[in-house]
Structure formats: structure tokens, C-alpha cells
């Protein structure tokens, strides 16, 4: 499993860029949720269960444009 990097650029699978703001603890059930932020549409914060945000998935799925191994993968050379 990854290992996340906060402040750091992600791409998802379908090919979108994403900035990692921080990770936060839900209230109710503790599970640990990733904050982050589409790098073209920075103004809607989104947050994801962090265990789903390093998923591993179907390299062979319909959608996976970039065949990426992971739900979401670090980059270096974004910004």
C-alpha cells in the first residue's frame, strides 16, 4: 500500500490532477479522510476515505485512462 504525502499532487485514474490538503478524523466513526482539491477547480474541497484514496485498482478497467496500479498516484513533475 502507498504511503500518502501531504501537500503533494496526486493524478487519479480517470486523468484529473488533484492537491492534497491534509488528512481529517470524522467525528462519528474515526476513519481517517483525505482532503483534497481538483488542480483545475481548486474552489470545491473534496474528501475521500483515505484507505479508497490508495486503493489499488483494475489496471484493465474501461475508465482507467492513465492504466494506473492505484485509485490515485503521486506525481513530481506537476507543478
Known sequence: ???L???SVYRHFKGN????????????T???LVTYRKLSNPEILWVR???MFLEKIDKNREDNITEQEYRFELVEDVL
Not at 17 to 28: D, G, H, L, P
Open 30 to 32: 474515526m476513519e481517517e
Open 1 to 3: 500500500m502507498q504511503e
Open 5 to 7: 504525502k501531504i501537500k
Open 49 to 51: 476515505p483515505l484507505k
Open 17 to 28: 490532477y488533484y492537491f492534497v490538503e491534509n488528512v481529517a478524523k470524522s467525528s462519528e
